[in-house]
């Protein structure tokens, strides 16, 4: 077995498959359409009986370097890139749910997909069932009825950290033949890899963030397991005779899973959801993701170290109420006390390297002192991203108001008190230093 460092630099390319100049890196292929050489190679490449490209609206070399690179990280059989996380969440919902579906999800999922399934999807006759707490399996499994597709899930929730039972949601799940998503953006698959470890089928990310890791580039990507059976009644779309599949011509009809089989789903949301909605990454960003996932290894290993540091610091400082870091878990003594002992127990069994770069607190008073604090600081910046290289400071009662509803907002914890970081590559003294004099000027 080849391990993770080294697919993350190897996955997916092998220079002599370059056959203009066997280029060590993998090169940007800037060109909206490519020669399909004949007539019959033409057609086979429409059918989807070949191999090979010929708009970059379905396929691109470049995007599909970083595809087989992530599905190779995160353990899958194939992958689709999209322009954006956000773009990767719907066409991996819609996917699934289309056509009256519903879905399960908790309350505290990431902002703009809380309103996508709260109050866009609806529109398209898509519901969601929200749970306050995803690990509440039982009530989970109750909430499952005929219509149900999918239970949505984020491997760490953000901000608060708190982590999926990603085993437990995909035995419920699977007993109704019912699908698991699992948004794995927080940790990465270097922390975590929801399909291997957790029985997840379908992987969702928001490349932008850690897998990028400098800031730089909008991604996405939906990640198959390759081992859900989406030809049940449950998914009539994926049996339904569709002329995109089918050779009319020669009668010859197919559905989704006639032609596909395994590979049903992630064929359907190339070609239905990427080649028709058109959220196509470009080649650029492929390229600035490919150079960013190459660190991934020895980036998040960093910035677990200092979050946790910086967690540990902060319980010992003066007008901070509260930390959220599930990592704290692995940190041993006094500092996992504070938290629930079943987010202990999954945070240790799931996340032995760590959750992540990304922690939140909670401050003495509100929105002023918040204010305060974040003008102070001189090495965190006053970004909305998360998995930089640069340290980010947020507010995301302010940065969220207009994507999550109030009600949503408290139920999922964020308050005006609350503050939330993104650990970048920085020394941790200096981070450390910055924090501790930002707050204490803002008392
Ligand atoms: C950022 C983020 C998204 C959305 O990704 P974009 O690239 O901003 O569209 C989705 N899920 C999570 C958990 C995120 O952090």
């Not at 975590?192 to 379908?202: Q, Y």
Request: proline share 4%.
């Amino acid at each position: 077995m080849t391990h993770f460092s080294t697919l993350a630099i190897h996955a997916g390319y092998d220079s002599a498959d370059c056959t203009n100049g066997n280029a060590a890196v993998p090169p940007i292929y800037l060109s909206a359409a490519f020669d399909m050489q004949s007539a019959a190679h033409g057609d086979a490449l429409s059918a989807g009986a070949a191999e090979g490209f010929s708009y970059s609206r379905v396929a691109n070399p470049t995007l599909d370097v970083l595809e087989r690179r992530i599905a190779a990280l995160e353990g899958g059989r194939s992958a689709v890139a999209f322009a954006s996380g956000m773009a990767a969440v719907s066409a991996a919902l819609l996917c699934a749910a289309e056509g009256g579906g519903r879905i399960i999800a908790a309350r505290n999922l990431y902002g703009a997909s809380v309103d996508a399934m709260d109050s866009l999807l609806p529109e398209f006759g898509i519901e969601t069932d929200f749970v306050d707490d995803i690990n509440d399996v039982r009530l989970v499994e109750s909430l499952i009825g005929p219509d149900t597709r999918a239970i949505f899930a984020e491997s760490v929730a953000n901000p608060s950290t708190e982590v999926a039972d990603v085993a437990a949601l995909a035995e419920i799940a699977h007993r109704h033949g019912v699908a698991l998503i699992v948004d794995n953006t927080v940790p990465t698959p270097y922390l975590f890899r929801p399909i291997e470890l957790g029985g997840a089928d379908v992987v969702v990310h928001s490349t932008t963030k850690g897998i990028s890791g400098h800031g730089n580039a909008l991604g996405g990507m939906v990640v198959d397991a390759g081992r859900f059976d989406w030809a049940t009644d449950r998914y009539p779309q994926f049996t339904r005779q569709e002329v995109v599949v089918s050779d009319d011509r020669n009668d010859d009809w197919h559905s989704f899973a006639s032609k596909f089989g395994i590979d049903a789903y992630i064929r359907r949301v190339r070609i239905k959801y990427l080649r028709t909605f058109g959220a196509v990454a470009s080649p650029v960003n492929a390229y600035l993701q490919l150079l960013g996932v190459e660190t991934l290894a020895v980036r998040l290993r960093q910035q677990v170290a200092s979050a946790t540091a910086i967690a540990e610091f902060l319980q010992t400082v003066p007008h901070v109420r509260a930390v959220h870091y599930s990592g704290l878990a692995l940190a041993g003594d006094g500092h996992a006390a504070l938290q629930s002992a079943s987010q202990n127990e999954l945070v240790r069994r799931d996340f032995p390297r760590g959750v992540g770069g990304m922690l939140s607190f909670e401050v003495d008073g509100g929105r002023e002192q918040v204010a305060r604090i974040l003008d102070g600081t001189h090495v965190f910046a006053y970004v909305p991203n998360i998995g930089d290289a640069r340290s980010l400071i947020v507010d995301p009662a302010r940065i969220r108001h207009r994507e999550v509803s109030p009600q949503f907002r408290r139920m999922s914890g964020v308050g005006d008190n609350l503050i939330r970081l993104s650990i970048g590559l920085e020394d941790t003294a200096d981070l450390i230093a910055d924090l501790e004099q930002a707050i204490h000027g803002a008392y």
